[in-house]
C-alpha cells in the first residue's frame, strides 16, 4: 500500500487485479491534473478500456465517448473520442516520461489532450517534452503491467473504477 501524501492529488484506479495509486503533479501540469480529477469525480472513467496497449511501451485509455461497455463500445472507435469538456494546452516540462509516468494521449495537435492517458511500461524518453506528463504510478504497476496487450485487444481490459483518495 502506497504512503498518500496528498489525498486531492492522488487517484486510486481499480483494476481487475487491484489498486493502482496514482500521485499527480499538480505543480507541472495543473490543468491535466484537474481535468482527470473533474472526470474521475463524474464517474466518466468507470469501465472504460484499454484501447491501445503495446508491449515495451505503455497501455492507453481514458476514451471516455468510446471505450465504456455501457455506452456503444466499439472497438474500431475506441481512441478517437474524449469527454465533453475542451481540449486541453499542452503543459511539457521537464519531467521524463519514465516506467509508471502519466502521459496525456493527444492527437498531431500539441494542444488536443482531453481525457485519454497512457501509463508508460519503460522509460520513453522519446516523448519528453512532446507530451504532458501529470503524474505517476507509485503502487500498484504489476497491476499495470498485467494489462493485455492489443490494439485494440482482443478482450480489452478495464478500468473498473478511477476516484479520487480524498473522496475514497
Do not use: W
Not at 488536443?112 to 524518453?125: E, V, Y
Amino acid at each position: 500500500m502506497a504512503e498518500i501524501k496528498d489525498p486531492e492529488n492522488t487517484i486510486l484506479m481499480e483494476l481487475k487485479d487491484g489498486t493502482v495509486t496514482i500521485e499527480l503533479l499538480p505543480d507541472i501540469a495543473p490543468l491535466h491534473c484537474a481535468r482527470m480529477k473533474e472526470l474521475a469525480r463524474a464517474g466518466a472513467y468507470d469501465n472504460v478500456a484499454f484501447h491501445r496497449v503495446i508491449e515495451g511501451f505503455m497501455a492507453q485509455t481514458g476514451d471516455v465517448q468510446h471505450a465504456n461497455m455501457e455506452k456503444d463500445y466499439n472497438p474500431r472507435m475506441a481512441g478517437t473520442g474524449s469527454s465533453d469538456l475542451p481540449d486541453l494546452k499542452a503543459e511539457f516540462s521537464g519531467i521524463p516520461h519514465d516506467r509508471g509516468t502519466l502521459g496525456a494521449a493527444r492527437s498531431q495537435n500539441p494542444d488536443s489532450a482531453n481525457s485519454q492517458f497512457f501509463i508508460n511500461f519503460k522509460d520513453n524518453h522519446f516523448l519528453n517534452r512532446q507530451y504532458t506528463v501529470y503524474g505517476r504510478v507509485i503502487a500498484g504497476m504489476e497491476h499495470v503491467d498485467a494489462i493485455a496487450r492489443g490494439e485494440p485487444p482482443a478482450n480489452p481490459d478495464r478500468m473498473i473504477s478511477v476516484k479520487v483518495a480524498a473522496d475514497a
